[in-house]
């Protein structure tokens, strides 16, 4: 078992707890379209699956409508003006990336989310400068759950997969970590919906808040230099 070296992360649902703003902007989308609006309530299970799920969500149209992409992108228009007003970082990821750096481990962002949406928010939240990497879901052709963005971040991070853990709250997150051969880990408090069944993806953790995330690793880390220990 190798020590983990750095510490991947998904944004929205994982890092950040981006669901008010994207709220704010799907209610904005609706009322310009004189629609009624939704709660946060209804809206944040949805939101770690992107603008389409909740154009999806608050205006009961599927992909081929012929008026979903401009609502779509009029909706991340009205969430861009807006990106980071009640955005913040989820309880414990603050203190846990300074602990990090203590101990020598670096840490990163891979999302989805396109990188003109990503970048402008990272430097909001004043972390972009901290990063070893961040990957957006248009860096390149491919995105999760494909893993191919995990492994160009696991390279830009100097650190090979296997000495990685990638943190996430879907099920694509996962399977993309696990088809990385890198460790993965659930952020329960994230944005799962209730017909979501993490239980089943067989991820090597579930946390329920991000102070856990810590432990983990010093534990994983002792386990493995012990057995490096062993065996020399």
Not at 3 to 30: M, R, S, W
Not at 62 to 87: C, G, M, P, V, W
């Amino acid at each position: 078992m190798q020590p983990i070296q750095t510490v991947l992360f998904d944004l929205d649902g994982t890092f950040a707890d981006t669901a008010p703003d994207l709220a704010h902007a799907l209610n904005q989308t609706l009322i310009a379209h004189h629609k009624p609006v939704l709660t946060l309530e209804q809206i944040r299970p949805v939101v770690s699956h992107g603008g389409k799920a909740l154009i999806e969500l608050g205006f009961n149209l599927s992909e081929s409508d012929s008026n979903f992409e401009a609502l779509r992108l009029e909706l991340l228009e009205f969430y861009k003006q807006d990106i980071a007003t009640h955005t913040q970082l989820f309880d414990g990821i603050k203190s846990l990336i300074e602990q990090l750096a203590r101990i020598g481990i670096n840490w990163g962002i891979v999302t989805n989310k396109p990188g003109w949406l990503t970048d402008p928010l990272m430097d909001a939240l004043d972390v972009s400068h901290l990063a070893c990497s961040i990957v957006s879901g248009d860096t390149l052709a491919k995105r999760k759950p494909d893993p191919e963005p995990l492994l160009y971040a696991a390279k830009q991070c100097n650190t090979s997969p296997e000495s990685c853990l990638y943190i996430g709250d879907a099920e694509r997150d996962i399977v993309a970590g696990k088809r990385a051969k890198m460790r993965t880990m659930v952020a329960l408090y994230g944005y799962i919906e209730s017909v979501s069944k993490p239980d089943e993806w067989q991820a090597d953790i579930y946390i329920e808040n991000a102070n856990e995330i810590i432990d983990w690793i010093i534990k994983i880390n002792h386990s493995a230099h012990m057995g490096l220990k062993h065996v020399n």
